[in-house]
């Protein structure tokens, strides 16, 4: 029983945070199986992956130095933030050179960044609430772990990724070659700096002192990237005001849907009131594809052609022309 009970507060709450992190996702939604992939490699393979490979580094550690502390102080500081960083962020790697076409913004790489941390961060709770709450302290141990890894620290790999997500992000809307390569390395870098940080305050200081140190440093941290998400959402919210001026004079949607294309709030009581109507997919799917052309033509306007932009213009066009005259009729 204790070990269920740890797998359902190791992985619901996390699902959870993540729903939460698909819904700052306001205009143009990423696929659902695109984050349900990358939730699952965060929590099978890179989760699984780690654990081997910091045990295996942990131990040829203590076999040189003959010393716990030391292997214990030398995996959690520097080999856990390169291994489980780079493990975290190969599946947004992937993500962003198997299915550019979806990596639009800087927040799709927040977003795929913070699923697959979050996938990661399921199976790490798992382990700790009933490896060093349950096990060593019964029911009061795990609900105290529950408390420390949900409440906590809940938030520590979604933040520590994030900055990958934003350097890749960085390399695909920049057309400047030393920001195409300096981007993602800077970003990984900054995760492994933050996450090798907490993991450092936390070896140092074991007592009173080092929790708050660590919460006051972890919350610091995830609401300041919280704030960055609000102000990349705002400045979507000005580029799709941007780029679909010109559908509205070209007809290819009204003013109306104009408006509602352009407020995260009006597209929301719109999908409402479709789904009354039975056109909630097709209401879905039409603003969905507004916030894809605006992002289409962004990228068209600022580093070109790349894959295909001006085919995937003209095949939302006429795509939205087709919804619109539906929706309308």
Known sequence: ????????????????????????????????????????WGAVIAAGAAF??????????????????????????????????????????????????EFDSILDGIVYAAITALGFAATENTYYIY???????????????????VVMVGWQHPFYTAFFGIGLALRRLSHSGSIRWAAPIAGWLAAVILHSVHNTISKLFTDGIGIFLTTSFDW?????????????ISRERKLLAR??????????????????ACSAWLQTAARIKALFRGRFRKTNRFYQLCAELAHKKNQLAVIGEETGNSRYIKEIKAELTALSASLLG
């Open 220 to 232: 610091l941290g995830w609401l300041s990237m919280l704030f960055f998400i609000f102000w990349t």
């Open 52 to 101: 081997l490979i910091n045990t295996m580094m942990g131990t040829g550690v203590y076999i040189f130095t003959g010393s716990e502390t030391l292997a214990s102080f030398t995996t959690g500081t520097f080999v856990a933030p390169i291994v489980e960083e780079s493990l975290k962020g190969l599946a947004v790697l992937l993500v962003f050179y198997l299915v550019r076409s």
């Open 1 to 40: 029983m204790g070990f269920l009970v740890s797998v359902f507060f190791g992985f619901i709450p996390m699902l959870l945070f993540a729903l939460f992190i698909y819904w700052l996702d306001r205009y143009e939604k990423e696929p659902g199986v695109l984050l349900g992939v990358a939730f699952t």
């Open 131 to 149: 490896s060093y709450g349950f096990l060593e302290n019964g029911w009061q141990g795990l609900a105290a772990m529950i408390i420390v890894r």
């Open 243 to 260: 780029f679909l001026e010109d559908e509205v004079q070209q007809g290819l949607i009204t003013s109306r849907q104009y408006q509602t």
